[in-house]
């Protein structure tokens, strides 16, 4: 049984460019988070998606946006890229009995 | 504001030097506090869940255990294998309920 597999695993982007981050959950997960990581420390919540909606957002800029598909599966957009949105971002998913599972991330680095 | 303060921020240990990794949390309300294992470049991995305070949880060398405002990671005999950077997140009722809230984490390294 695949757990969450996100791609790509990494990438590296230029100042003020756009990025996709692709998520797919764990099988029979039907909820998917984001979570950005900086070097040393601990990952920070982005946002939520239930249902193809965007359930709850953590204190991010709206240059970070999302999207989820029928099939569960997510995107992580950036828009305009700083040198400080470079970290490991992390997709999640979980079921309903709350327990979540982590993909192994997507290193981003903004050049 | 919902918190989670993790110490030390590192630990340096020999083989089978057995310690405890510290979490405290300032929520308004725990649903759960989970502990995952982190592997540098690495996702975090799952390993434990405890839902109430007295509650115990134990999985090979390490045992997770929970109090109204703290949890602990004891190690007990750790291997090289186990040098990891180990993380804490609660998730809660009210503001932030519906994602986790990490510590920082804990670095740990053992020695041969």
């Known amino acids: 049984d695949a757990g969450v597999t996100q791609s790509p695993t990494h990438l590296i982007k230029t100042r003020g460019q756009q990025v996709t981050l692709r998520c797919s959950p764990k099988?029979?997960?039907?909820?998917v988070s984001w979570y950005q990581q900086a070097l040393g420390q601990g990952p920070q919540f982005i946002f939520q998606y239930y249902e193809e909606e965007e359930r709850q957002r953590g204190n991010f800029p709206d240059r970070f946006s999302g999207h989820q598909f029928p099939n569960y599966s997510s995107e992580l957009n950036v828009n305009a890229l700083l040198l400080g949105d470079s970290a490991l971002y992390l997709c999640?998913?979980?079921?309903?009995?709350?327990?979540?599972?982590f993909g192994s991330g997507t290193r981003l680095t903004v050049v | 504001e919902d918190q989670v303060t993790q110490s030390p921020e590192a630990l340096r240990l020999q083989e089978g030097e057995s310690s405890s990794l510290n979490c405290s949390y300032t929520?308004?309300?725990?649903?759960?506090l989970f502990w995952y294992r982190q592997d540098p470049g690495k996702g975090p991995e799952f390993l434990f869940t405890?839902?109430?305070a007295g509650e115990e949880k134990e999985k090979e060398r390490l045992k997770a255990t929970l109090t109204k405002k703290e949890s602990f990671l004891h190690i007990t005999a750790p291997k090289p294998e186990d040098s990891a950077t180990y993380l804490c997140a609660s998730y809660n009722y009210g503001g932030s309920q519906g994602n986790l809230i990490f510590g920082k984490g804990t670095k740990l390294s053992v020695k041969p």
């Open positions: 929520v308004s309300g725990l649903r759960g």
């Open positions: 999640a998913s979980r079921s309903m009995n709350y327990g979540y599972t």
């Open positions: 405890l839902y109430s």
């Open positions: 099988s029979g997960h039907d909820t």
